[in-house]
C-alpha cells in the first residue's frame, strides 16, 4: 500500500478475502496446508478466467489474470520437479505391488497425491501416472 502499487493491492485483497471465507466456512484458523490449497484454488481460477477471456478475444483481461496468476505464485511453496513426481509416483506404483493398471489410476492418483502434499501440480502428477500404467 505504501508503494501505491494498486495491482499488488487489489491481487493480494483478493486473496485475503479467499483466505477469510474459507476460515469462516472452517470456523476456525487455517493452517498452512490449508492456506496453500486456498491460494491454489485462487490460481486455478484466474488460470480458467483467462483462459475465457482468451477466447473470448479479451487479451487484456487475459494478460491481467495472467499477472494475477504469476503474481500469487510467488507467495507458493516452490513446486516439485518432474523427475521427483515421477519418482514418487514409481515408488507409489511399487507400494501397491502387484499388476497395476488402467483400473488402478484412481487407487494411485490418491495415494500420490497424499504422499506428494500439497506443493505439487495434480495435472503433472496425472500425466506421470498415465505414463505408467500404460
Not at 494411485?108 to 497424499?114: D, I
Amino acid at each position: 500500500m505504501k508503494s501505491r502499487d494498486e495491482f499488488a493491492v487489489r491481487v493480494l485483497r483478493s486473496a485475503k478475502t479467499a483466505l477469510d471465507a474459507a476460515e469462516k466456512d472452517k470456523k476456525s484458523e487455517l493452517d498452512d496446508n490449508e492456506v496453500i490449497k486456498v491460494l491454489k484454488k485462487r490460481i486455478k481460477q484466474s488460470e480458467d478466467a483467462r483462459q475465457q477471456a482468451a477466447a473470448g478475444g479479451r487479451d487484456d483481461l487475459a494478460g491481467t489474470e495472467g499477472k494475477e496468476i504469476e503474481f500469487l505464485k510467488k507467495y507458493l511453496p516452490a513446486e516439485m520437479s518432474e523427475a521427483e513426481v515421477t519418482a514418487a509416483v514409481e515408488e507409489v506404483v511399487s507400494e501397491l505391488g502387484g499388476e497395476v493398471t488402467q483400473k488402478d489410476f484412481g487407487r494411485v492418483m490418491g495415494a500420490a497425491m497424499k504422499k506428494l502434499g500439497g506443493n505439487v501440480d495434480g495435472n503433472l502428477v496425472k500425466k506421470i501416472v498415465q505414463e505408467k500404467l500404460k
